[in-house]
């Protein structure tokens, strides 16, 4: 009886089942890579909020250089204060002064408001402050004034000179002057009601009103 020989195909083509065996260095590369990009997208995260927390310090906390120039501008002397060291009353000023300049160098003044100011004084006498007013001030002397006005008549004449001289405030339009005494201007005036505003009427001031020529 003769042999029969078995004869197992050899397949000529390698199925692609390789791809599927575990490959432990693969597989821990492929885990290192993602720790390191994990680690890495958190270092980024925990850059970004310092660099924000350090913007929002910035923002909230002034540095000292911005609270000591607040401080300085808080120190300032208001404008009827600045007046008052020069020997002038407070009511030379109507309210409603909003800022001033003043040169040292030049004794330079300029005063301003939000808009023109007039009011009544003496039952007669019509003042007028436009929005800036400027001249130059030194102890008890205001000249070369501008932006101030008075109306005599039906004329507005402009105010050109203020002088102390005792305890009277004189007033100078150039070729004429009129002299009040210093308590008339105690209290500032206030826009459209002059000093008594809360009766709706003119306070009249004192009688002694010395008048002068130049």
């Not at 001289?165 to 004189?170: N, P, T």
Request: net charge positive.
């Amino acid at each position: 009886m003769k042999k029969q020989e078995l004869s197992i195909p050899i397949p000529t083509t390698i199925p692609f089942f390789d791809q599927k065996i575990y490959n432990p260095k693969r597989r821990s590369t492929k885990r290192i890579r993602a720790r390191n990009r994990d680690s890495n997208m958190g270092f980024f995260i925990n850059q970004s909020f310092i660099v924000l927390l350090s913007i929002s310090l910035l923002i909230v906390s002034p540095s000292p250089v911005f609270a000591s120039e607040n401080a300085v501008v808080s120190d300032r002397p208001t404008a009827y204060e600045f007046i008052n060291s020069f020997g002038f009353p407070t009511g030379i000023l109507p309210i409603g002064v909003v800022g001033y300049d003043y040169d040292p160098s030049t004794g330079k003044f300029a005063a301003y408001f939000d808009g023109t100011c007039s009011f009544s004084v003496e039952g007669s006498y019509q003042l007028k402050y436009k929005s800036a007013i400027n001249g130059y001030i030194s102890m008890g002397e205001l000249t070369r004034l501008e932006g101030v006005s008075v109306k005599l008549f039906w004329f507005w004449i402009d105010i050109v000179d203020v002088k102390r001289v005792g305890d009277d405030l004189e007033f100078s339009v150039g070729i004429a002057g009129a002299g009040f005494p210093v308590d008339n201007f105690v209290e500032s005036p206030q826009c459209g009601c002059g000093l008594d505003c809360m009766n709706f009427k003119v306070r009249k001031l004192k009688t002694n009103v010395t008048l002068s020529s130049y």
